[in-house]
């Protein structure tokens, strides 16, 4: 699944195979050669995936592992701060795109929640200095974490076939090839060029500065319509800061269309839309099926935010 996903979105697939090699668990992890994948028992062979609202390792393992195949072995970066980015985030959100087709964006909302919480345990452990993406230079809470978040949120946003435009594009233009070797400036040139002028500056929150949002849900009232739906008056606030690699914090202006949605008893979203929102309290009118019992700002957890349990309140009639 992954090798035709990879072939059909990046750049063809340079063998004529592709192994998996099981070695014993004295370690676990697995690593990507060329063609060639040892791959340890403990994470994937002895593993018995049973209960759907857990991460399913193995295939996620395996699709980054093969995502290897094309960032790290057809693009090689230069040895320069941004390489881990070309290497392990692309590595990352490739395996994303499995995991999303396989298994659908419910699972995928489980790793990015997933992902959210361990971003932020390593950058308050952080012991020198945190970089931004586009000069990550081994942190593995940037370049995984943080990565997986980054693209993700970029897909969201601009579209999955402009973003495969940029991909497919910049692969095209640097795989196989000598020096100079390619940047992550490179790659994030392609990022501007398929990204509307209204949201560029989202990619300087993402890739270019380190940028953590504050949005919270203050109240959600629900009224029902003739039709057996429901209109939800929604307050919410937002903020947004940028930080220095010390972890210092500055105000910085909230302006950029955030999901604003409903979601029933068992999580499941009854509606969703993609609103402007500002910095301080933005009100909204939200129409959604009968059954919402919590709604707020960012549901599905998208953002880079400190704390997102309180993005979504439970809603009154």
């Given at each position: 699944?992954?090798l035709?996903?990879?072939?059909?979105?990046?750049?063809?697939?340079?063998?004529?195979q592709?192994?998996?090699?099981?070695?014993?668990?004295?370690?676990?992890?697995?690593?990507?050669?060329a063609?060639?994948i040892?791959?340890?028992?403990?994470?994937?062979?002895?593993?018995?995936?049973?209960?759907?609202?857990?991460?399913?390792?193995?295939?996620?393992?395996?699709?980054h592992?093969?995502?290897?195949?094309?960032?790290?072995?057809?693009?090689?970066?230069?040895?320069?701060?941004?390489?881990s980015?070309?290497?392990?985030?692309?590595?990352?959100?490739?395996?994303?795109?499995?995991?999303?087709?396989?298994?659908?964006?419910?699972?995928?909302?489980?790793f990015?929640?997933?992902?959210?919480?361990?971003?932020?345990?390593?950058?308050?452990?952080?012991?020198?200095?945190?970089q931004?993406?586009v000069r990550?230079?081994?942190?593995?809470y940037?370049h995984?974490?943080?990565?997986?978040?980054?693209?993700?949120?970029?897909?969201?946003?601009?579209?999955?076939?402009?973003?495969?435009?940029?991909?497919?594009?910049?692969l095209?233009?640097w795989?196989?090839?000598?020096?100079?070797?390619?940047r992550?400036?490179?790659?994030?040139?392609e990022?501007?060029r398929?990204?509307?002028?209204?949201?560029?500056?989202?990619?300087a929150?993402?890739?270019?500065?380190?940028?953590?949002?504050?949005?919270?849900?203050?109240?959600?009232?629900?009224?029902r319509?003739p039709?057996?739906?429901?209109a939800?008056?929604?307050?919410?606030?937002?903020?947004?800061?940028?930080?220095?690699?010390?972890g210092?914090?500055?105000?910085?202006?909230f302006?950029?269309?955030?999901?604003?949605?409903?979601?029933?008893a068992?999580?499941?979203?009854?509606?969703?839309?993609?609103?402007?929102?500002h910095?301080g309290?933005?009100?909204?009118?939200?129409?959604?099926k009968?059954?919402?019992v919590?709604?707020?700002?960012?549901?599905?957890c998208?953002?880079?935010?400190?704390?997102p349990?309180d993005n979504?309140v439970?809603?009154?009639?």
């Amino acid at each position: 699944e992954s090798l035709a996903l990879y072939s059909k979105e990046f750049t063809p697939y340079q063998f004529r195979q592709a192994r998996i090699v099981e070695f014993p668990a004295y370690a676990a992890f697995a690593q990507s050669f060329a063609n060639t994948i040892p791959f340890s028992e403990d994470i994937g062979f002895v593993q018995h995936w049973t209960d759907p609202t857990r991460i399913d390792v193995a295939t996620y393992v395996t699709a980054h592992e093969i995502g290897h195949q094309w960032w790290g072995h057809q693009l090689v970066p230069a040895d320069q701060q941004g390489a881990s980015m070309l290497v392990e985030t692309f590595a990352q959100y490739s395996a994303l795109l499995v995991m999303e087709q396989h298994y659908g964006k419910d699972q995928v909302r489980r790793f990015l929640k997933y992902e959210l919480d361990r971003y932020l345990l390593g950058r308050g452990t952080e012991q020198k200095q945190e970089q931004p993406l586009v000069r990550a230079d081994g942190a593995s809470y940037v370049h995984y974490q943080k990565g997986a978040l980054a693209l993700y949120a970029l897909q969201d946003a601009i579209g999955e076939p402009a973003i495969d435009d940029a991909i497919s594009a910049f692969l095209k233009r640097w795989r196989f090839t000598g020096p100079p070797y390619a940047r992550s400036v490179d790659l994030i040139a392609e990022f501007r060029r398929v990204t509307p002028a209204a949201l560029q500056p989202l990619i300087a929150d993402l890739f270019e500065t380190i940028t953590l949002y504050d949005v919270r849900a203050v109240s959600a009232a629900a009224r029902r319509q003739p039709d057996g739906s429901e209109a939800i008056e929604l307050v919410v606030s937002a903020r947004k800061v940028r930080a220095d690699g010390a972890g210092n914090e500055s105000e910085a202006p909230f302006d950029g269309e955030v999901d604003i949605g409903a979601l029933d008893a068992k999580g499941n979203v009854v509606a969703i839309e993609k609103r402007r929102v500002h910095s301080g309290e933005n009100r909204f009118a939200l129409a959604a099926k009968a059954g919402a019992v919590r709604a707020g700002i960012d549901p599905l957890c998208k953002l880079i935010d400190r704390d997102p349990s309180d993005n979504t309140v439970a809603v009154t009639r």
